[in-house]
């Protein structure tokens, strides 16, 4: 064969493999941390004061070299508040860049990983036996999600409660810079707090309201075919709701005073059979100028129809509309015990009367309109 007339290309030159020093030094080296959400029987959150700085934090710390996420969160919940305890599911993970503008001035961050895990709800005997480190930590605290996001540095605060939202929503929250990766969920969106309520210390009586005592509002659990429950959450406050309200002079009844209230908050149609699950003592009446002892009644009904958002006449704001889960929907309300205990009953008469199954687990999303 006559090689000057070869067209076939030139074979490349091998490619020059770098060394295992200069693939390692290739690869990107950040600090990883982790951080635990945990909360008293009221859902309020745990922070821990540090003596180094002034601002508040999840309990937790960096990692040690070798160390996972999870060791390194099993070793900081041991050192901090003195207990031994196992991880939960992943609530959200973090990156901080190197130029995030909440990191100390003179120090340097190669980035930052942090990783959120559930820490789960202690009980009064296990917060009556947390111990703080005198040399690293000033002493801790249970406050409702608020006041945690008033105490901790901005990028903190907005970690801190996409874990909580995201562990009230079953989800994992996915962040950069404090903020969500992609489409933000519904409780983040809407920047839902969870505030625990005084009801929680008014008594709940599943039974008639006494023929002496007089009812001033009513509040329904409304339910979707599909087990969950309608949400409204008032920008004002950015606090959740079950749709109701006060009965006024034009209402006949309670539940007359419910389905107006109902339509005008959230825009929501429900049918003429409703329950009443019981009542709140409320003792003192403040809100309606000191009126003395009063029922504030939970009742539960069927939603029929759902028209687009629109503004609520009596604040003239337009409120979010969320559905939940009663048991996500009992959480969101800080009422406690006491929420907990109406949402199941909700549950069971939604269930036994309506033939409304009892909701599946899933994400706290938005109501949407059935009809346009």
């Not at 959400?37 to 700085?53: H, N, S």
């Not at 196992?86 to 993970?93: D, K, N, Q, S, Y």
């Amino acid at each position: 064969m006559d090689a000057s007339h070869d067209t076939s290309p030139a074979a490349l030159p091998a490619p020059r493999l770098m060394s295992h020093a200069e693939y390692s030094r290739s690869r990107h080296a950040v600090w990883l941390s982790a951080a635990a959400l945990f909360t008293d029987p009221l859902g309020r959150i745990l922070l821990v004061q540090p003596t180094y700085r002034e601002q508040w934090l999840l309990p937790g710390g960096g990692a040690e070299p070798g160390e996972s996420a999870a060791q390194a969160w099993v070793r900081e919940v041991g050192e901090e508040l003195g207990v031994e305890r196992t991880p939960g599911r992943l609530l959200a993970v973090h990156w901080l860049p190197p130029d995030h503008p909440d990191i100390d001035a003179g120090k340097i961050v190669p980035g930052e990983v942090r990783y959120v895990l559930d820490g789960g709800t202690l009980t009064e005997e296990e917060i009556a036996a947390l111990r703080v480190p005198a040399d690293e930590l000033l002493g801790f605290e249970f406050v409702d999600s608020t006041q945690a996001h008033e105490r901790m540095i901005p990028v903190d605060a907005q970690i801190m409660l996409a874990a909580l939202r995201a562990r009230l929503s079953g989800t994992t929250a996915h962040l950069e810079s404090g903020r969500h990766v992609g489409e933000a969920p519904a409780l983040d969106r809407h920047e839902v707090y969870v505030r625990p309520r005084a009801g929680r210390a008014w008594p709940w009586h599943p039974e008639p309201v006494p023929d002496a005592m007089q009812v001033k509002q009513a509040w329904g659990w409304l339910f979707v075919p599909d087990g969950r429950v309608v949400l409204v959450v008032d920008p004002a406050n950015r606090l959740p709701a079950l749709p109701g309200g006060t009965i006024e002079s034009t209402d006949d009844s309670p539940e007359a005073a419910l389905k107006r209230e109902s339509f005008e908050e959230a825009q929501v149609t429900i049918g003429d059979d409703i329950v009443r699950l019981g009542w709140v003592y409320d003792a003192t009446g403040e809100v309606y100028g000191g009126i003395g002892p009063c029922a504030r009644l939970r009742l539960a009904a069927p939603v029929t129809d759902v028209g687009p958002g629109g503004v609520d006449p009596a604040t003239g704001r337009t409120f979010a509309r969320l559905l939940a889960t009663p048991d996500q929907a009992a959480a969101l309300l800080g009422w406690g015990e006491t929420g907990y205990r109406q949402a199941e009953l909700a549950a069971r008469w939604a269930h036994e009367r309506w033939g409304i199954p009892h909701a599946a687990p899933g994400p706290v999303t938005e109501l949407r309109a059935t009809h346009a």
